[in-house]
């Protein structure tokens, strides 16, 4: 059991000073990382976190880039947070990839893998598969260190959650890895458990949450998974029976 996820106290944060041993951690490891297998090409979508940009996942595009992938950031510049503006930006990326290429893998962080989960949501034939990493799949914001900027906002952190359970109500048809960490200072691990989505494969990692993006265990579960034989096309998406949730 994993308990009831509960907002990180601002303290938590403290423990994000350890992404530095994952940056140092990813120097010391890049020989290994230089035997993963290459990947089939197929296109590769990585989506940052609130607050970040496609700089903050630029180690792990050129990571997968030279694991012979098509990869690509998102170009919507800084994640604001506002899933319901971003989501249809996000959708146009994947549908105008997927048409060039085939179906795309989504690799989202935190914030950026809820976005990544909705696309799939929404667009399962054109998904190939999803990864998440800190992502809170469970309240939105309201288990995150960014709560309070939510709420300062004039956001109803509760209504969000609301919405969010009601839009699982649709389950998603794509096979979902999701990374999490108990080291994790900004998002509470609970969040990150996906406890509705059938199959659904949860990695339990060490690296810090500001650290996934610098870290070689995470890259490499990354790698592996986008190097698993792709499942088949997903059914035709269904109408929602809600908007995206998001603030």
């Not at 990947?39 to 996942?57: E, K």
């Not at 034939?125 to 300062?152: D, E, H, L, S």
């Not at 609301?162 to 649709?170: A, K, P, Q, T």
């Not at 998603?172 to 996906?194: E, F, K, L, M, Q």
């Amino acid at each position: 059991m994993t308990g009831t996820p509960r907002t990180p106290h601002p303290l938590r944060m403290a423990v994000e000073a350890r992404a530095l041993l994952d940056g140092a951690e990813l120097l010391l490891r890049t020989p290994s990382l230089a035997r993963v297998r290459k990947g089939d090409g197929h296109s590769v979508i990585v989506l940052p976190g609130f607050g970040a940009s496609d700089m903050s996942t630029a180690l792990l595009r050129r990571f997968l880039s030279s694991k012979g992938y098509d990869v690509q950031g998102w170009g919507l510049g800084t994640n604001h947070g506002r899933v319901i503006d971003l989501l249809p930006m996000v959708l146009h990326l994947v549908r105008t990839t997927a048409a060039r290429s085939g179906r795309v893998s989504l690799v989202g962080w935190s914030l950026g893998g809820v976005l990544a989960r909705e696309a799939a949501r929404e667009l399962p034939n054109q998904v190939r598969r999803v990864i998440t990493m800190g992502t809170p799949v469970v309240g939105g914001p309201k288990y995150t260190q960014t709560a309070r900027t939510f709420q300062a906002r004039g956001v109803d952190l509760d209504h969000v959650e609301r919405m969010i359970d009601e839009r699982e109500l649709r389950p998603i048809t794509v096979p979902i890895t999701a990374i999490y960490s108990h080291n994790d200072g900004v998002v509470d691990w609970r969040a990150c458990i996906d406890r509705v989505t059938p199959g659904v494969e949860h990695i339990r990692v060490r690296a810090t949450h500001l650290g996934m993006g610098a870290s070689a265990e995470v890259f490499r579960i990354v790698a592996h998974r986008l190097a698993a034989t792709p499942p088949a096309a997903g059914p035709a998406p269904r109408p929602a029976g809600t908007a995206p949730a998001g603030s």
